[in-house]
């Protein structure tokens, strides 16, 4: 933000040598944000060689190469303070030939760092990095700006997902190793869905036909939360009102909340088979409310691939978060 696309275009590969790039060309050249570059800076000392004006970073060409290097070597696991050590000496040790900066990377990439993300688009790459070196801040600007940007539908689905897939197959060849980075990852992507925001204005908390609010639940046993704060979060923002009561809710409980909050619809969700509850499923969407001869019962929908195989007569499973989205709005709507 802030930069016109031909500042971009000049910064990323029509300067010269001695001019250098700007903080925002190479952050987004090396997937990271400029506030991380800045806080490598001060911690390790591998800033900019050049600041025009006593102010403005300029970073050279043998700046660019050792900040690659240096991503690299945390992308594998190296914690920051010994990959900034490392590529410092190894760029003074061995100066680089002078070479004008490439361009930005495409919008999609095929690599990012140690994480198997395949054909992946550009953000995945910065916020893996961003995972992997358990740079906080850096996280969390990426998945608040993406939000921002692009919405929960289009956040979640290629970006937030793939990367979290892309931790765990590391994690499974790897041992224990990105263990952390998965949960580091979890919480931001958990952090930044609560905050989402709806429509601006009053809103009323019943939907379409004086029903409810959609009722959000985990099947009992199941902790598995995050695909169904997606959802929460996609509700939100298209200003359909919802209640979410989370991981592993007692039966007992939810029926209670059915039967008071009258819902437009029921949730459920199980991401394994082991703990998709069938007859819990059946006893909900057989739950009615309201008086005697207009007695109503919420619609029901199956979420996570727990619910795989047979399916449930008049039940929906929706095959994801836009198709989830998108069923409930047309219930709302009808």
């Known amino acids: 933000m802030g930069e016109s696309r031909a500042e971009r275009e000049r910064d990323a590969g029509a300067v010269s040598v001695d001019t250098g790039v700007t903080t925002g060309a190479l ?4 997937g990271v944000s400029p506030t991380t570059l800045r806080s490598w800076d001060r911690r ?3 800033g ?23 991503c690299r070597l945390t992308s594998s696991g190296v914690p920051p303070a010994e990959a900034a050590r490392a590529a410092k ?9 002078p070479r004008p900066p490439a361009a930005d990377p495409p919008v999609r990439s095929k ?10 688009r550009q953000e995945c790459k910065g916020l893996a990095r961003a995972a992997v070196r358990l740079d906080a801040p850096s996280v969390d600007e990426q998945l608040t700006g993406l939000v921002d940007r692009h919405g929960v539908v289009v956040g979640w689905e290629e970006v937030m997902v793939p990367t979290l897939h892309a931790v765990g197959r590391k994690w499974e060849s790897a041992g224990d190793r990105y263990v952390e980075v ?5 919480w931001h992507i958990s952090r ?3 905050r989402a925001s709806g429509p601006s204005g009053p809103s009323a908390d019943t939907a379409a036909g004086g029903a409810g609010p959609v009722v959000l639940a985990c099947v009992p046993g199941e902790q598995h939360c995050l695909p169904l704060e997606a959802l929460h979060a996609g509700l939100v923002e298209q200003g359909l009102p919802a209640r979410m009561f989370g991981p592993a809710v007692p039966p007992e409980a939810l029926t209670a909340a059915v039967r008071r909050l009258g819902p437009l619809a029921v949730v459920l969700w199980s991401q394994t088979r082991s703990t998709a509850d069938r007859p819990l499923a059946r006893h909900i969407a057989a739950t009615g409310w309201g008086v005697k001869g207009a007695r109503r019962n919420p619609a ?12 449930e007569p008049g039940m929906l499973r929706p095959s994801g978060l836009r198709d989830a989205l998108t069923t409930l709005l047309g219930l709302a709507a009808a």
């Open 27 to 30: 952050a987004r050249r090396l």
């Open 111 to 120: 690599a990012a760092g140690a994480l198997p993300l395949g054909d992946a």
């Open 44 to 46: 390790y000392g591998v």
């Open 300 to 311: 029901v929908l199956l979420g996570g691939p727990g619910w795989a195989g047979r399916p």
């Open 89 to 97: 000496e190894g760029f003074e040790q061995v100066p680089p030939e």
């Open 192 to 194: 930044v869905l609560h």
């Open 48 to 70: 900019p060689a050049v600041r025009s004006d006593g102010r403005h970073r300029r970073w050279t060409a043998q700046d660019v190469a050792m900040l690659e290097e240096m």
């Open 182 to 186: 998965e949960h580091l990852l979890s």
